[in-house]
């Protein structure tokens, strides 16, 4: 595709009124993490009750967005990780806090760690 085609397209598609690619219908990077075949949750960290740095086997961070506060997360010691029904762990997954309940992820995107400390 030439300079004058992108450009004469875009010029149609403006003269038209539709709109081009934005920011809002980009890909995200959303991320998985599997639970099998060695994969898995090698440590996590609460930020405080929004989310939770999570770094898989292979020493990768990620960083899951909470839909809403997760009450008592901040204090755990231990969590579990709602893997179903595909053993794996992405934006449809929950965490588990023990005596409060099952929080829902919002997004799990790749991360530098708690921080920007990718080696934690």
Same mark, same amino acid.
């Given at each position: 595709?030439?300079?004058?085609?992108?450009?004469?397209?875009?010029?149609?598609?403006?003269?038209?009124?539709?709109?081009?690619?934005?920011?809002?219908?980009?890909?995200? +990077?959303?991320?998985?993490?599997?639970?099998?075949?060695?994969?898995?949750?090698?440590?996590?960290?609460?930020?405080?009750?929004?989310?939770?740095?999570?770094?898989?086997?292979?020493?990768?961070?990620?960083?899951?967005?909470?839909?809403?506060?997760?009450?008592?997360?901040?204090?755990?010691?231990?969590?579990?990780?709602?893997?179903?029904?595909?053993?794996?762990?992405?934006?449809? +997954?929950?965490?588990?806090?023990?005596?409060?309940?099952?929080?829902?992820?919002?997004?799990?995107?790749?991360?530098?760690?708690?921080?920007?400390?990718?080696?934690?």
């Amino acid at each position: 595709m030439t300079l004058k085609t992108v450009l004469c397209a875009a010029l149609g598609a403006a003269i038209l009124g539709v709109a081009g690619p934005s920011l809002a219908t980009t890909p995200s +990077s959303e991320a998985s993490i599997p639970f099998v075949n060695f994969g898995g949750i090698r440590d996590w960290q609460a930020d405080k009750d929004q989310g939770l740095w999570i770094q898989d086997a292979h020493r990768n961070w990620y960083y899951a967005k909470l839909m809403g506060p997760c009450f008592g997360l901040n204090f755990a010691t231990a969590i579990g990780f709602d893997t179903r029904p595909l053993d794996t762990f992405d934006k449809f +997954s929950a965490i588990i806090v023990p005596r409060e309940g099952k929080c829902m992820v919002q997004s799990l995107t790749p991360s530098g760690g708690p921080h920007g400390n990718a080696q934690g």
